[in-house]
């Protein structure tokens, strides 16, 4: 069966979306992610879409979903990646994914991450 | 082309991105109508118990566009206007499909008969 991979880099996770989503695939990816932050008690998901040329409606619920079931948690999730035209067309279809913090890259969601952990220590 | 498993969405969106970047579509128009036309495959599948969609390249003068319709002989949609608001579902998704299609594109036209089906004829000029 496919499975999208997930990353483990030191207290957080990464996972890299490269291949068109279908129903199933997006149901067995929320479950191995809340299964993954629980067993390595990861305080962050990186989730990177920078391969995704479309984001509909339904792949918008699932990215939803994910940022609020790692929250509960006790995860952070920021989406990477998302490309311009994916980003204009989210906000006409009527789907600005509020509540879900993005970062334009990998890097700048780990710098991001990072912050919002030592906010929440202090 | 036959819509009938989420399967068919993914190969039929790219079917339609091929078509867009034929007829000369910015990246910006190409996602909007690969958007809208997921959109509605998923409802046909979703609602409309499978169906079909059928593609159409426009050429008016100058002017290039892709004209997409979605049919199906599912139960029908008793009130339109109802279902083209946003955040109004039955079925459990977040009633974002039709308003979201209808938005991305630059014509939208609707029938539906309850009991015989529903067409959703969309149009996206370059």
Redesign the interface.
Known sequence: MDRIPILKMGQFLLVTIQV?M???LAITLQDDLTNRIAKERSRGVLLDISAL??????I??MIANISSMARVLDAQTVVVGM????A??LV????PLEGVHTALNVEKGMVLLRRQLAAGAS | MAIRSPEDIVHMRREVREQAIRQGFSLVDQTKVVTAASELARNIINYGGGGEMILQALAEGVRKGLKLAFVDQGPGIPDIELALKDGYTTGGGMGLGLGGAKRLSSEFHIESRVGAGTRVTITRWK
């Open positions: 068109d279908h129903d199933q040329d479309v984001v509909d409606s339904f918008g619920r490309q311009p035209a994916v204009i067309t006409e279809l009527g789907l």
